[in-house]
């Protein structure tokens, strides 16, 4: 069989390139209309010369089955390089990458998530209680000050809130950049141009603060040692006294990758599920009634619901390091195969009247393996799922035993905008509070904890 790429548009690729980075949602449904589901893209750096999409869950399972050594998931992620480092968990390969997900998981593991929930229970009370009701809200801004909090604090542990304010606004400025900034880690000659010397300055004082955080916690170690960067710092030290201590410069770029991804996508996440809970009362009601009663569960599925109708990741990336077959296609070294979780999201066959919000899907059985990915998935699975979801119904709750949401007059539905490589509401995804009574709520409720992912 000789090699040979999908159809897909003939378009210039700086043209394809462009709507790839800023029109991401419209132009692949458009291509999957048009080509079906299997079509190629051709890209300018920092993506892809060759990119592959697939959508059909049986052709997701062949990636993600697929062996870690015939696919490199951080070559496939190199637009993430210029902000997270060489030595992101989401950019290595292999050795690298395997050495890096095992030193991580124990902190995100189900016994370490079960500490952590008191902390994301008190910081979500506190942020909830300031908010004012009768106005509308920007829940997308509040959602990202929530999340950060919480995420400086079990990655830090840290209290102090003069420092959470030095690096707080230096985080924010990461996230919200345009895609078109991605390009300066590629072309270096971009950073000399205003935009992306301004951004480039703001890594290396954000760079600057951690180097100083890790100076500062290795001459007075934690004695706790609960908080993700302890745990870092005590490799070497514990029970495998074989592994090799990470360097500055390797704490540094995981510091980043889980401050950036820790937060920004649940921030994303939980807006789009005010926006679908105000603009859809009944799913609303039955979700109130479940944050008075405890039921986790039913919180949850609206919370993986949002994450299925408004996907904030629209994409898991793997370059193939030699020729391989996938979806009956014979493709070349060097091609990089993109499971698209949008498209994978939308499919009706799959996902019946995919426009439809009903978190009841994820509480029948009807979603099928390889058909929701939200957390990408085989050996490259986030390995903050299972916090992502714990926090998301902390925050479900929180806000829905307090309040009931309806949208702003004249706000019916929310456009998508990219924000670095996230989809996230276009309007912030403004939602207007109104006071709930507090008798509504029980004094003790009952908690049932759905079972964590990790």
Same mark, same amino acid.
């Given at each position: 069989?000789?090699?040979?790429? +999908?159809?897909?548009?003939?378009?210039?690729?700086?043209?394809?390139?462009l709507?790839?980075?800023?029109a991401?949602?419209?132009?692949?449904?458009?291509?999957?209309?048009?080509?079906?589901?299997?079509?190629?893209?051709?890209?300018?750096?920092?993506?892809?010369?060759?990119?592959?999409?697939?959508?059909?869950p049986?052709?997701?399972?062949?990636?993600?089955?697929g062996?870690?050594?015939?696919?490199?998931?951080?070559?496939?992620?190199?637009?993430?390089?210029?902000?997270?480092?060489?030595?992101?968990?989401?950019?290595?390969?292999?050795?690298?990458?395997?050495?890096a997900?095992?030193?991580?998981?124990?902190?995100?593991?189900?016994?370490?998530l079960?500490?952590?929930?008191?902390?994301?229970e008190?910081?979500?009370?506190?942020?909830?209680?300031?908010?004012?009701?009768?106005?509308?809200?920007?829940?997308?801004d509040?959602?990202?000050?929530?999340?950060?909090?919480?995420?400086?604090?079990?990655?830090f542990?840290?209290?102090?809130?003069?420092?959470?304010?030095?690096?707080?606004?230096?985080?924010?400025?990461?996230?919200?950049?345009?895609?078109?900034?991605?390009?300066?880690?590629?072309?270096?000659?971009?950073?000399?141009?205003? +935009?992306?010397?301004?951004m480039?300055?703001?890594?290396?004082?954000?760079?600057?603060?951690?180097?100083?955080?890790?100076?500062?916690?290795?001459?007075?170690?934690?004695?706790?040692?609960?908080?993700?960067?302890?745990r870092?710092?005590?490799?070497?030290?514990?029970?495998?006294?074989?592994?090799?201590?990470?360097?500055?410069a390797?704490?540094?770029?995981?510091?980043v990758?889980?401050?950036?991804?820790?937060?920004?996508?649940?921030?994303?996440?939980?807006?789009?599920?005010?926006?679908?809970?105000?603009?859809?009362p009944?799913?609303?009601?039955?979700?109130?009634?479940?944050?008075?009663?405890?039921?986790?569960?039913y919180?949850?599925?609206?919370l993986?619901?949002?994450?299925?109708?408004?996907?904030?990741?629209?994409?898991?990336?793997?370059?193939?390091?030699?020729?391989?077959?996938?979806?009956?296609?014979r493709?070349?070294?060097?091609?990089?195969?993109?499971?698209?979780?949008?498209?994978?999201?939308?499919?009706?066959?799959?996902?019946?009247?995919?426009?439809?919000?009903?978190?009841?899907?994820?509480?029948?059985g009807?979603?099928?393996?390889?058909?929701?990915l939200?957390?990408?998935?085989?050996?490259?699975?986030?390995?903050?799922?299972?916090?992502?979801?714990?926090?998301?119904?902390?925050?479900?709750?929180?806000?829905?035993s307090?309040?009931?949401?309806?949208?702003?007059?004249?706000?019916?539905?929310?456009?998508?905008?990219?924000?670095?490589?996230?989809h996230v509401?276009?309007?912030?995804?403004?939602?207007?509070?109104?006071?709930?009574?507090?008798?509504?709520?029980?004094?003790?409720p009952?908690?049932e904890?759905? +079972?964590?992912?990790?």
């Amino acid at each position: 069989m000789s090699t040979a790429y +999908p159809p897909g548009p003939r378009l210039p690729r700086l043209l394809q390139t462009l709507m790839y980075a800023t029109a991401r949602p419209r132009l692949l449904t458009t291509m999957s209309a048009r080509y079906g589901d299997v079509f190629s893209l051709r890209l300018l750096p920092p993506y892809a010369e060759h990119l592959v999409v697939f959508s059909r869950p049986e052709h997701i399972r062949e990636v993600y089955a697929g062996d870690p050594a015939d696919m490199h998931a951080g070559e496939g992620n190199r637009v993430l390089g210029a902000v997270m480092g060489e030595h992101s968990v989401l950019l290595t390969d292999e050795a690298e990458h395997a050495r890096a997900r095992r030193l991580l998981m124990p902190a995100f593991a189900a016994s370490a998530l079960r500490g952590y929930r008191g902390l994301v229970e008190q910081i979500t009370a506190d942020h909830v209680e300031s908010w004012p009701p009768g106005t509308a809200l920007h829940t997308l801004d509040r959602m990202n000050d929530l999340t950060l909090e919480v995420i400086m604090r079990v990655v830090f542990g840290v209290s102090d809130p003069r420092r959470r304010e030095l690096l707080a606004p230096r985080l924010r400025r990461i996230v919200n950049i345009n895609p078109i900034m991605l390009f300066g880690g590629i072309w270096p000659r971009l950073q000399t141009l205003g +935009p992306w010397q301004r951004m480039r300055e703001n890594q290396d004082a954000l760079s600057a603060l951690l180097y100083e955080e890790i100076a500062r916690r290795r001459a007075a170690p934690d004695s706790d040692g609960a908080d993700v960067l302890s745990r870092l710092l005590a490799v070497g030290s514990g029970e495998d006294a074989t592994d090799v201590p990470l360097s500055d410069a390797e704490l540094r770029d995981q510091l980043v990758t889980l401050l950036l991804a820790g937060h920004e996508t649940t921030a994303s996440a939980l807006s789009w599920a005010f926006h679908e809970l105000a603009a859809d009362p009944t799913v609303q009601d039955r979700a109130h009634r479940a944050a008075l009663e405890g039921d986790e569960k039913y919180l949850e599925a609206v919370l993986k619901e949002s994450m299925r109708r408004r996907t904030v990741i629209g994409g898991a990336g793997r370059k193939l390091t030699r020729e391989m077959t996938i979806g009956g296609w014979r493709l070349p070294g060097g091609t990089v195969v993109s499971t698209s979780i949008l498209l994978a999201h939308r499919n009706p066959d799959r996902h019946p009247d995919p426009e439809r919000f009903s978190p009841d899907r994820f509480l029948d059985g009807s979603v099928a393996p390889n058909t929701w990915l939200p957390f990408g998935g085989g050996v490259r699975r986030c390995i903050g799922a299972g916090f992502s979801l714990m926090e998301g119904t902390v925050v479900l709750r929180e806000v829905l035993s307090r309040y009931a949401l309806s949208l702003p007059p004249g706000v019916h539905d929310e456009r998508v905008r990219i924000r670095n490589i996230t989809h996230v509401p276009a309007g912030g995804a403004q939602v207007v509070l109104t006071a709930r009574p507090r008798d509504d709520a029980p004094s003790d409720p009952v908690r049932e904890v759905s +079972p964590t992912h990790t």
